[in-house]
């Protein structure tokens, strides 16, 4: 039996789904996180967020958004919990320069050791693929990842 890969998504990719759809770009990271979702309810995706990702929805300025994704936050495979260690590893990513919340997720998701980070977030991106703090997991764009990911 083939292990089911566990992926971490930031708030960038969760509140896709809840995006206009008008540009041709948006439409299709919102059709890959709805992919996302259906491997997940199929079971051959594992779900895994954070205490991290909780605390952002709470924090997002579009409340209109907060009570669908709250709703499938609760649909997760696993919930990771910020240690110590996580948080001084955000700590150091973020003196290196990824944002606060771009940090806490990398940190956790590296802690947890899943086996990719999905943003929509270019430039955590393209920090992550220079190396910046040696990222010990993949980060990418759902398109890209549903495009290679054939369970």
């Not at 992919?35 to 997002?60: K, M, P, T």
Request: hydrophobic share 45%.
């Amino acid at each position: 039996m083939a292990r089911i890969p566990r992926i971490y998504l930031d708030a960038c990719a969760l509140l896709r789904l809840f995006d206009n759809g008008s540009q041709a770009r948006i439409r299709a990271e919102s059709r890959a996180v709805e992919d996302f979702f259906i491997l997940v309810f199929q079971g051959a995706v594992r779900w895994v967020v954070s205490e991290v990702l909780e605390a952002e929805i709470l924090n997002n300025p579009y409340g209109d958004k907060r009570p669908g994704v709250l709703e499938l936050l609760a649909s997760s495979a696993e919930r990771i919990i910020l240690t110590d260690e996580a948080f001084q590893r955000a700590d150091f990513l973020e003196k290196l320069g990824h944002g606060a919340f771009d940090a806490l997720h990398l940190a956790c998701a590296e802690e947890a050791a899943v086996d990719g980070l999905l943003t929509t977030d270019d430039r955590f991106i393209r920090r992550v693929q220079r190396g910046l703090g040696n990222p010990a997991i993949t980060v990418e764009n759902p398109v890209n990842w549903r495009r290679r990911f054939t369970p």
